[in-house]
């Protein structure tokens, strides 16, 4: 079983700036790509920012220049820096992490729980 446990959202003002953390834990043989993805009420779970286990990342065009993620690929964690944060960027935010759980061939997607992010003034 493979489980991802997220960490560090919260509140924060305009301009603020908060880190997410995910780390992935289990039976895993190996992790391909890991990202981040958010969500509103209302609205479909979109793509913040994902990373491949070589470390080439891709961005939402609303958050290029402002989120950075990255990967420790010995830890299977996954980071996601959050700095001019503006009101729009409030969601939850859930990790993602493409898996090969050990002693499986076929490769599956894992969740994590979400975390709250709240920009507000």
């Known amino acids: 079983q493979v489980q991802l446990v997220e960490s560090g959202g919260g509140s924060v003002q305009p301009g603020g700036s908060l880190r997410l953390s995910c780390a992935a834990s289990?039976?895993?043989?190996?992790?391909?790509?890991m990202g981040w993805y958010r969500q509103t009420p209302g609205k479909q779970r979109e793509l913040v920012a994902r990373?491949?286990?070589?470390?080439?990342?891709n961005y939402a065009d609303s958050v290029k220049g402002r989120f950075t993620i990255s990967r420790d690929n010995a830890k299977n964690t996954v980071y996601l820096q959050m700095n001019s944060l503006k009101p729009e960027d409030t969601a939850v935010y859930y990790c993602n992490a493409n898996v090969q759980p050990t002693g499986r061939i076929a490769w599956s997607d894992y969740w994590g729980q979400g975390t709250q992010v709240t920009v507000s003034s």
């Open positions: 289990g039976s895993i043989f190996s992790i391909l790509g």
């Open positions: 990373i491949t286990s070589g470390g080439t990342t």
